[in-house]
């Protein structure tokens, strides 16, 4: 089964807490991300409303928390969202979830090495 | 329960500690330090066999938090092993203020030393002669006046910001307005099962006015619930002069130059009581004044709000509406009422549209407590005596906010402090505050100037050494952290009808302690009178946290305490609101006051009025061609908690220099590129910030970040860790306040920009190699 996380953008604050959880977890020093947020804003649209999205994105450190996952836990970015946006499971169910709302992306991280 | 579908699931039942692949798991909830307010929210912490404190993880069991954590307790280890930390006592000697001297001590020696200079200044200046400083939200700030009058027995406790600028003007408002606790948007936190508790409904509409509470948890109020009730339909709007991102989800944006929010906050009440989109009934049995309300509010047309407000007319109109129709709907209404010289006008008009709409204390409105919830105030203050009592610095001044707060009034205390006027402070005692960081002073150099210079004696409770005790004292006791002491976290400061959660001790780190162990054993040796009926600590606790409904060990293994008991609403209905039983609000004429008999008693208008701030584009129209854009300060952030988070590497990585937001157009005409170091000069001050060009603000208007020092920087006089460098209050004057002593313009002054071609840029490199590897002491 492949699995991956599921992010509703719609609603990513942009608390961070998805990273700073990962370093913890992983140890990754200042200047590294196992996930990153992308900043997309604030920029005005013509009909004077803004534009502002933020998206974690996983690097290709991302190993979606083998180890937690594998004692039954969420992987550390997921658990400790502050909005509750992001859900981690199998793509099947996660494709699911895609179909019933709009502005959620998902990821199928997996580490590379090139 | 699992109230979202990323929730994990793996320890909910577990117990307040448990054993897991050979570490210990603790569950408790976090106050301070790390600095937060009082939001509670769960943490498992795991620990070693040697004590050792291993990792933190949000505990899915907490019903309001969810397992879910921000980045200042995600980042606990590196705060509770850092190599800075400082983990004993220490002494230096007066002559050595400003240089790092320190010579470790015994917490006994400290303490001798504390009592004999607390006795030696009582008997040769008074009591009063004592002043004892304190910071915002962390477990020590609401402790400020129990410190002074219970523990040390000095009259004079201060929160130094000038009209004490952070909540207390709202609390005023509630206070003599409303006659209650600070009504809350909310979120059904006490309720079991949360939002699908059946008592609860789901607001239509959530209001956030001058309050960012995604990032700030303000007050204790835990802000993403505001995104798990958007998530079940409720919608936003958002006041606020800045785009930030919530107010990129609200179907209504009214961005307003700063300091206009009464003027605003008028014309809504007009067009809901001019186009009778108010609750006739709630209004005719509940509230007081309403004729005259009416009849003021009429000074404040739609049009000319828009005109002083800068937001368009139609939209003010819109928003009145659909704030008055939306059932229920809640106001989170935050700092930037406070930060004003006329906040408490503000803030009282915020309380009529929730009263005249029937939103006060039903589900999903304004959440408000029992006459038995509040503030932990009162504590050792009749032992002081009245001569005493009369001796507060202000009393007569500004009674309605020394009165409220049994705090010195601060803008009083700085001159006292300067000119020893009405009388002089010898001793300071600094708890829990970095005050001349640029968080809770205006003008901080001249409070620098003041207290190093003129307080005879010093000492100071931090976990870090700070600019402000590197200055000024001669002991450092030093704190403990959230997870290595025993204390009770109440949501909202006990306000609110939420819940209360256990605080426990999983590690020691050194020799240190937490604010209440610390204000318990010092009392005992100042003031036993205070102290010798309580048989230990948890004895204590078990009074002056939980009113011994409960032991400090019967919370602990509940973890999380929802206040279901004394939660309800319409409880102005049943009586529960006031000390005789009786239905109505606890003002003198039982209703909610929109005419206020308190305000008139003081001097104040008994009537909400707008002032433009002190200056602005329209009271000082020379001044602003000088300095031409309207500066507003102290945007949240998720990394730092005002001062605090500076040194912590995966912090200060998130938001690692001062930053001053500048629309794209004013970044054109003053010649700034994104990323330049800049100039913000105003008549009060001069000091550099890194812009950040963005259409997060509007052309006009620049926002100005605060609390910044450098703790990489040389720590000794006069650099003092760069304190001074990019120190916005430095921009603040000291004594713009409003009439009853409240308000300061923290967040509606005016500057001038101009472009550097010098650079102070972080390396974040350095940073990391100093401060990146954990000491683990035994």
């Known amino acids: 089964m492949t699995f991956g996380i599921l ?8 608390c961070q807490s998805c990273e700073v959880a990962c370093k913890e977890e992983h140890g990754i020093p200042v200047g590294q991300w196992g996930i990153h947020l992308l900043d997309d804003g604030p920029w005005e649209c013509s009909d004077g409303k803004f534009n502002w999205n933020k998206y974690p994105v996983p690097t290709r450190l991302c190993d979606l928390c083998a180890k937690r996952t594998a004692a039954g836990k969420q992987p550390s970015c997921v658990h400790h969202c502050l909005a509750g946006v992001m859900q981690y499971d199998t793509v099947a169910n996660l494709a699911k979830q895609l179909e019933t709302k709009p502005n959620q992306v998902l990821f199928v991280p997996k580490p590379y090495k090139y | 329960m699992k109230l979202f579908d990323g929730q994990g699931t793996k320890d909910i039942g577990k117990p307040w500690r448990f054993e897991e692949d050979g570490l210990t798991v603790t569950r408790g909830c976090a106050w301070s330090p790390p600095g937060c307010h009082p939001t509670g929210c769960g943490i498992k912490v795991y620990t070693n066999d040697k004590g050792e404190l291993v990792k933190i993880e949000g505990d899915e069991n907490h019903p309001i938090t969810n397992g879910r954590l921000c980045v200042r307790c995600l980042t606990m280890k590196d705060y ?84 004490y600028s952070c909540y207390i003007p709202r609390v005023a408002g509630t206070t003599y307005v409303l006659g209650a606790t600070y009504p809350e948007m909310d979120y059904a936190g006490g309720l079991p099962g949360r939002y699908d508790n059946p008592e609860f409904t789901i607001p239509e509409l959530i209001v956030f006015w001058g309050k960012e509470p995604l990032p700030s948890n303000g007050d204790g109020l835990f802000g993403h619930a505001a995104i798990d009730m958007m998530r079940r339909g409720a919608k936003l709007m958002s006041i606020d002069p800045r785009a930030n991102w919530a107010s990129t989800r609200a179907e209504w944006h009214l961005r307003l130059r700063p300091g206009t929010d009464a003027a605003l906050a008028m014309a809504m009440l007009n067009v ?23 009849e003021r509010v009429q000074d404040m047309p739609v049009e000319k709000a828009a005109e002083i407000t800068g937001v368009d007319a139609e939209l003010i109109r819109d928003a009145a509406r659909a704030y008055a129709t939306a059932k229920p709907a809640q106001i989170a209404w935050g700092l930037a009422i406070d930060q004003k010289s006329n906040g408490v006008q503000a803030g009282h008009c915020i309380l009529a549209l929730q009263a005249i709409t029937g939103n006060v204390d039903v589900p999903g409105g304004q959440l408000i407590g029992d006459v038995n919830d509040g503030l932990e105030l009162g504590f050792g203050w009749n032992n002081l005596g009245p001569e005493l009592q009369s001796k507060i610095m202000g009393i007569k001044e500004y009674p309605a906010y020394v009165g409220l707060v049994l705090n010195a009034q601060c803008d009083m205390v700085l001159e006292a402090l300067e000119t020893e006027k009405p009388y002089a402070f010898k001793m300071g005692i600094f708890e829990d ?53 025993d204390t009770v976290v109440y949501t909202h400061y006990g306000a609110s009808p939420i819940m209360a959660g256990a605080v426990n001790k999983c590690i020691t780190v050194g020799e240190t302690k937490g604010d209440c162990e610390i204000m318990y054993e010092l009392g005992k040796r100042c003031m036993p009178i205070n102290f010798e009926k309580y048989k230990d600590y948890y004895d204590f606790l078990a009074d002056y946290r939980l009113g011994y409904k409960q032991t400090f060990e019967e919370l602990r293994d509940e973890v999380v305490h929802q206040k279901t008991e004394t939660l309800s609403y319409r409880k102005y209905e049943s009586g529960k609101l006031r000390p005789d039983g009786r239905p109505g609000f606890n003002t003198p004429t039982g209703r909610i006051e929109l005419f206020s008999t308190m305000f008139q008693q003081f001097g104040e208008d008994p009537l909400p009025y707008y002032m433009e701030p002190q200056l602005s584009p329209i009271s000082t129209p020379e001044e602003f061609q000088k300095y031409p854009l309207v500066l507003t300060t102290g945007a949240r952030t998720y990394c730092y908690f005002h001062s605090e988070g500076k040194q912590i590497p995966y912090l200060r990585e998130m938001n690692p220099d001062p930053l001053i937001e500048i629309n794209p157009k004013d970044a054109l005409r003053f010649s700034i590129v994104d990323g330049q170091w800049v100039e913000v000069e105003n008549p009060f ?38 304190v001074w460098r990019s120190n916005i209050n430095e921009l603040i004057p000291h004594r713009y306040i409003g009439k009853l002593g409240f308000g300061a313009p923290f967040k509606c002054m005016i500057c001038k920009v101009s472009p550097t071609d010098k650079s102070w840029d972080t390396d974040m490199q350095k940073v990391w190699e100093r401060f990146g590897k954990l000491v683990i002491e035994k």
């Open chain 1, 7 to 14: 992010i509703d953008y719609e609603f990513c604050t942009g």
């Open chain 2, 80 to 163: 509770v092993y850092h190599p800075d930390r400082v983990r004993y006592p220490m002494k230096r000697s007066r002559k050595d203020r400003g240089k790092d001297k320190w010579e470790r001590i015994t917490w006994d020696e400290a303490y001798d030393i504390i009592a004999e200079k607390v006795a030696y200044f009582k008997e040769k200046y008074g009591p009063e002669s004592i002043l004892i400083m304190g910071g915002t939200g962390r477990e020590g700030g609401p402790m400020l006046p129990a410190y002074a009058h219970a523990c040390i027995g000095t009259p004079n406790a201060c929160y130094t910001q000038s009209g």
């Open chain 2, 685 to 722: 001050g001069k000091i550099v910030l890194k812009a950040k060009v963005s259409q997060i603000v509007k052309e006009g208007v620049v926002h100005a970040q605060h609390g910044f020092w450098f703790p990489e920087a040389d720590c000794e006089e006069p650099v003092l860790y760069d």
């Open chain 2, 433 to 485: 505050t970095n005050l001349l960081a640029g968080t809770c002073a205006a003008q901080p150099k001249r409070w620098h100037d003041a207290m190093a210079n003129n307080l005879e004696w010093s000492f100071g409770i931090d976990v870090w050494m700070t600019p402000t005790i590197q200055a000024c004292c001669e002991i450092f006791l030093p704190l403990s952290t959230t997870v290595e002491h």
């Open chain 2, 272 to 294: 809901i009581i001019n186009e009778n989109l108010y609750d006739e009934d709630f209004v005719s049995r509940w509230t007081y004044g309403f004729e005259q309300l009416a």
